[in-house]
């Protein structure tokens, strides 16, 4: 989980940026999208409050145990970590504001099938907020080969029925794209 939580990531992915960038507010409910090690739960949680939740998916059994004891180690009784299935994030159905989805939409398979699903958990009016690194070479981030253009996401999420909602560039060395259904 080194590189995961690399004090140096702060610098560039602000994750204390993040939740405003999603219009996140006290009693909202946000899921994040292959957290795996919880990088961004302290900040979800602390934004949406007592009265609200966060849900921390992952697909990988050590990560979700990791995220369960950093939930009680950084005391944030509103998160809640779900063993995903990788064409499935297991969501609650209309339950959710936001679904944040951060340096992992390019893992998903099927991702037209997956957009589907994310849809039946959201409440109405709720979006996807995603994140992904630039594709292009850069200091920070995976090989070029291992990125997808900014274009391509928002081809995809068009071929599913989505709208792009809006965009931040907060971040430099990636796009935040919010989408509604």
């Given at each position: 989980?080194?590189?995961?939580?690399?004090p140096?990531?702060?610098?560039?992915?602000?994750?204390?940026?993040?939740?405003?960038?999603?219009?996140?507010?006290?009693?909202?409910?946000v899921?994040?999208?292959?957290?795996g090690?919880?990088?961004?739960?302290r900040?979800?949680s602390?934004?949406?409050?007592?009265?609200?939740?966060?849900?921390?998916?992952d697909?990988e059994?050590?990560?979700?145990t990791?995220?369960?004891?950093?939930?009680?180690?950084?005391?944030?009784?509103?998160?809640?970590?779900?063993?995903?299935?990788p064409?499935d994030?297991?969501?609650?159905?209309?339950?959710?504001?936001v679904?944040?989805?951060?340096d992992?939409?390019?893992?998903?398979?099927?991702?037209?099938?997956?957009?589907?699903?994310?849809?039946?958990?959201?409440?109405?009016?709720?979006?996807?907020?995603?994140?992904?690194?630039q594709?292009?070479?850069?200091?920070?981030?995976?090989?070029?080969?291992?990125k997808?253009?900014?274009?391509?996401?928002?081809?995809?999420?068009?071929?599913?029925?989505?709208?792009?909602?809006?965009?931040?560039?907060?971040?430099p060395y990636?796009?935040?794209?919010?989408?509604k259904?």
């Amino acid at each position: 989980t080194g590189i995961f939580d690399d004090p140096n990531r702060a610098e560039w992915q602000k994750p204390d940026r993040i939740p405003g960038a999603l219009g996140l507010k006290p009693g909202m409910a946000v899921a994040d999208i292959g957290a795996g090690t919880g990088y961004f739960l302290r900040f979800f949680s602390h934004v949406v409050g007592p009265s609200g939740r966060v849900y921390a998916v992952d697909i990988e059994p050590k990560l979700t145990t990791y995220m369960q004891e950093r939930a009680r180690r950084e005391k944030t009784p509103n998160v809640t970590v779900i063993l995903g299935a990788p064409d499935d994030p297991r969501l609650p159905a209309a339950a959710l504001d936001v679904i944040f989805i951060c340096d992992t939409w390019h893992h998903i398979n099927d991702r037209i099938d997956y957009l589907g699903l994310l849809a039946k958990a959201l409440k109405p009016g709720g979006t996807v907020a995603l994140v992904d690194f630039q594709k292009r070479e850069m200091p920070v981030g995976p090989p070029v080969e291992h990125k997808m253009a900014r274009e391509e996401v928002v081809a995809e999420f068009a071929e599913a029925g989505w709208m792009l909602e809006g965009e931040s560039d907060i971040l430099p060395y990636q796009y935040l794209l919010i989408f509604k259904a």
